[in-house]
């Protein structure tokens, strides 16, 4: 009998991280360390004001630290992941995992 990937697998699925965009920042800001509003605006080419909506669904889930100073006289966002964000990273991108390594061994067995 083949091995079957079941729909509760998806429900385990973190909401706030599968979400297309805030994969994208996490995944970026993973890859970078910390960066800038501009930076991330400009990478992942995303408007101010869609940005600035993900970035405080991160921020209120305690994914992102936000670090807010004043460079020349021009104020300046900076975002890092925290350990809880890393956390629910990894384990999110484990489940991607264990889900693609199933449909795999699914189509294999039925072949």
Avoid: C, W
Avoid at 26 to 46: N, P, V, W
Avoid at 83 to 88: E, L, S, T, W, Y
């Amino acid at each position: 009998m083949a091995t079957k990937v079941k729909f509760a697998s998806y429900q385990g699925l973190n909401p706030v991280i599968h979400e297309k965009t805030r994969l994208a920042i996490m995944t970026y800001l993973i890859s970078t360390g910390e960066a800038s509003f501009s930076e991330l605006k400009g990478e992942l080419q995303l408007t101010d004001g869609n940005l600035n909506l993900h970035m405080k669904v991160l921020e209120k889930n305690g994914f992102v630290r936000v670090h807010k100073a004043f460079v020349e006289r021009r104020p300046r966002t900076t975002y890092e992941v925290t350990d809880k964000g890393m956390r629910a990273f990894e384990e999110h991108v484990a489940l991607l995992e264990r889900m693609l390594k199933l449909s795999r061994r699914s189509r294999d067995e039925k072949s």
